[in-house]
Each structure stands twice: as structure tokens, then as C-alpha cells.
């Protein structure tokens, strides 16, 4: 397969308006395994565009540094995902930075949601970003794994297929003091795409204090420890 982090933005199918983030050593795998995260929208404090000018390289450049231990900025969004990637409450930047080259990011709606993090898709963004995984990035990306970040990015993914593989339990969410409560368990399902299929499941967003870090490393664990090949229920 072609090593996706090689590919020029002209290489990738133009109905994709926000090209994901490839980690350079991806092919190399994360625990052997190749591994998606998939997060819900971007949002652009300028405002929304379609400017493919702007929106097409936008994912690579927000994370462009993350594989580096030299980082522009950060927040609480960025501080989980190392977490849940190394598994370790207070990684080094060089742990973190090892751990995003062996990953890819992308986000499932292909428009900015707005100009602050609180502004949502609409679900015909959601609808039309799942056909655009489905169809142009994961032939691409050949995912073995996928682990969606946020219940919402779950719920309005309209692909996949309940497997009989072990549920996932988030032992630590944080319910207390809350009058909703929140999921523990997670079902694993096998996403199908032309060339292959992955096992996904999904955690809270980062940014919500509902799952502790170490339920979002342990849902990436559970992920990385199912078996190769295709099982549905």
C-alpha cells in the first residue's frame, strides 16, 4: 500500500475538504496496529469557508507539530489525546511526540462547525462526512483500528456493524453529582471500507470530564487487543 503521510495534497480524492492528519511513521503501526482517531468538527475563529485554500490542509496543520516535541500551543483537547495515547498522566513531549507518528486524525464532519468549540455540525454535515470516511479516506488510510472521540461522532456515524467481541467498560466515569448518567459500557463494531474493515469503538470527548484519561487509554487498549479479521454478531 502507499505510505498515505507521502501523499501531496493533489494526491488525495477531492471530495474531501479537510485531508487528514498522517503521522510519518503510520504504515509502522501503533502496537502493530494501524490506528484512526476520529474526532467530531473544526472550528475556525475567522469564521466558516470552503476555501479549499483553507480547509483542505487545515487538520495537517493543526497537528502538524504534534509529532514533535517542539509544540506552538496546545489545550486540554491535546493534553488528553497524549494521555490517551501513551497511557501515562504526564507524558514528556518526546513520549507524545513518538506516539503521533504512528497515528492518523481526522474529523468525521468536512465542514467548520463555527467560529467556537461550543458551535455543533448539523447532521447533514454528519451524513456527508461519513460517506467521505467510508469512501475516500479509509481505502486510503487502511485503518485497523478506529477510536471515535465523542458519543455524538458515535451516535451520527451511519456506518458499521455491531461485533460479537467484548464490550468495553469505563470504570472511572465520572458520574457524580449528575443527574444523567453517563454510558460505561462500549461496544466494539467492525467498520467495513473498500479493502478492508476495522474495529472501532468510541469514549467521551477529550474536553468533557467524563471519562478519566485512563478509561480513554484503556477503550485504545481494548481496541489494539482484538483479534486480526472480521467478527460480527
Partial sequence: ?????????????EEISFLPYVGRRYLKG????????????HYRKEGSTVDEGITRSFTRETFSDMETPERKGGGKFFDELDRLLTGKRAPSLM????????????????????????HRPLSADFRHGGRVLVENIL?????DVVLVLGRTTWRMLDYGEQS????????????????????????????????????????????????????????????????LGRSVA
Avoid at 500500500?1 to 480524492?13: E, F, N, Q, T
Avoid at 501503533?30 to 468538527?41: C, K, N, P
Avoid at 481505502?139 to 485503518?143: A, G, T
Fill in 164 to 227: 460479537d467481541l467484548p464490550t468495553f467498560h469505563a470504570r472511572h466515569v465520572n458520574s457524580e453529582g449528575r443527574r444523567r448518567r453517563y454510558l460505561e459500557m462500549r461496544q466494539v463494531w467492525s467498520l467495513g471500507y473498500d479493502g478492508g474493515a476495522a474495529w472501532m469503538t468510541w469514549v467521551y470527548h477529550p474536553s468533557w470530564n467524563v471519562d478519566r484519561w485512563e478509561d480513554r487509554a484503556a477503550a485504545l487498549t481494548h481496541l489494539l487487543n482484538c483479534p
Fill in 95 to 118: 513520549e507524545a511526540a513518538e506516539a503521533w507518528q504512528r497515528v492518523a486524525f481526522c474529523n468525521l464532519s468536512q465542514r467548520f462547525a463555527g467560529t467556537a468549540s461550543g
Fill in 139 to 143: 481505502p486510503i488510510l487502511c485503518p
Fill in 1 to 13: 500500500m502507499i505510505d498515505p503521510a507521502l501523499l501531496g495534497v493533489k494526491d488525495w480524492p
Fill in 30 to 41: 501503533f502496537a502493530g496496529r494501524r490506528l484512526l482517531l476520529l474526532g467530531e468538527s
